[in-house]
């Protein structure tokens, strides 16, 4: 397969574990350049050490919440090289609490995190994509986006403002050789539940009790080959399951 992303430059947010951070070492493998984003600082040199030494290419780190729009303006403005694609990796579930009896805060943590960070990054990056008139916008939905189930209301809308969003991003690009495109996971096995669980582990690992989840790998693995197509292909979603999942709410489980 020809390798369309060397010494390119991806920005990814959420790259500290799960799938931002296999498609960080996917990309950096193909030899493209990455900007790798999160809020811990430490995982973040890490990883950019990893990455430096062991495929050679150029890493840089940018640490700050996808929330902070004024965090975000700050850093780009100081960034002298072209991003050639951005992905919208960073997002959360909080909860599984139903919509009488759910947290406030939960619900402004999912929708700053998930609509909002994927707003602001592509609003600050978009322009310069589109007077390039090159660039590659790749958003991680859920199969939320696509179906809904009880106990995930607001996760649920996030995911398909995510989706609406992808949808009308392309639009707005009409015309250019801009490309968008989005991928909709189901259960994948990352620090996802544990974070939905708030640190609950026990509860987090019985999400994937009995059957065979995906991996971050997984689903880095198809981001990086949405981003390796020729530019004049543009994938516009992905649904990806683990073969023991059929929708949101089926999932096979071997007792």
Same mark, same amino acid.
């Given at each position: 397969?020809?390798?369309?992303?060397?010494?390119?430059?991806?920005?990814?947010?959420?790259?500290?574990?799960?799938?931002?951070?296999?498609?960080?070492?996917?990309?950096?493998?193909?030899?493209?350049?990455?900007? &790798?984003?999160?809020?811990?600082?430490?995982?973040?040199?890490?990883?950019?050490?990893?990455?430096?030494?062991?495929?050679?290419?150029?890493?840089?780190?940018?640490?700050?919440?996808?929330?902070?729009?004024?965090? &975000?303006?700050?850093?780009?403005?100081?960034?002298?090289?072209?991003?050639?694609?951005?992905?919208?990796?960073?997002?959360?579930?909080?909860?599984?609490?139903?919509?009488?009896?759910?947290?406030?805060?939960?619900?402004?943590?999912?929708?700053?995190?998930?609509?909002?960070?994927?707003?602001?990054?592509?609003?600050? &990056?978009?322009?310069?994509?589109?007077?390039?008139?090159?660039?590659?916008?790749?958003?991680?939905?859920?199969?939320?986006?696509?179906?809904?189930?009880?106990?995930?209301?607001?996760?649920?809308?996030?995911?398909?403002?995510?989706?609406?969003?992808?949808?009308?991003?392309?639009?707005?690009?009409?015309?250019?050789?801009?490309?968008?495109?989005?991928?909709?996971?189901?259960?994948?096995?990352?620090?996802?539940?544990?974070?939905?669980?708030?640190?609950?582990?026990?509860?987090?690992?019985?999400?994937?009790?009995?059957?065979?989840?995906?991996?971050?790998?997984?689903?880095?693995?198809?981001?990086?080959?949405?981003?390796?197509?020729?530019?004049?292909?543009?994938?516009?979603?992905? &649904?990806?399951?683990?073969?023991?999942?059929?929708?949101?709410?089926?999932?096979?489980?071997?007792?």
């Amino acid at each position: 397969m020809r390798n369309r992303l060397e010494e390119k430059w991806a920005f990814i947010t959420g790259a500290t574990a799960g799938i931002g951070k296999a498609t960080a070492e996917l990309f950096a493998q193909s030899q493209c350049n990455v900007v &790798i984003n999160g809020r811990r600082k430490e995982r973040l040199e890490n990883l950019k050490n990893h990455l430096q030494e062991e495929y050679k290419v150029a890493v840089r780190i940018a640490c700050f919440d996808v929330r902070n729009r004024e965090a &975000i303006s700050d850093w780009l403005s100081a960034f002298d090289q072209p991003i050639d694609i951005l992905v919208n990796n960073a997002g959360l579930a909080r909860g599984v609490d139903a919509v009488f009896d759910a947290q406030f805060d939960d619900w402004d943590d999912m929708i700053d995190t998930n609509i909002k960070g994927v707003l602001n990054m592509t609003r600050l &990056i978009a322009p310069q994509m589109k007077e390039r008139n090159s660039g590659h916008i790749i958003n991680i939905g859920s199969i939320a986006g696509h179906e809904s189930y009880d106990g995930g209301s607001v996760y649920c809308a996030t995911k398909h403002a995510v989706k609406a969003f992808t949808e009308s991003t392309k639009k707005d690009l009409h015309g250019t050789k801009v490309r968008v495109s989005m991928v909709s996971p189901g259960l994948v096995e990352t620090e996802f539940s544990n974070v939905r669980f708030k640190g609950d582990d026990d509860r987090a690992d019985e999400v994937y009790d009995d059957m065979q989840p995906l991996t971050g790998q997984d689903i880095a693995e198809v981001v990086h080959f949405i981003a390796n197509r020729p530019p004049h292909v543009n994938i516009m979603d992905s &649904i990806v399951f683990p073969v023991d999942q059929s929708s949101s709410s089926m999932v096979y489980r071997d007792e």
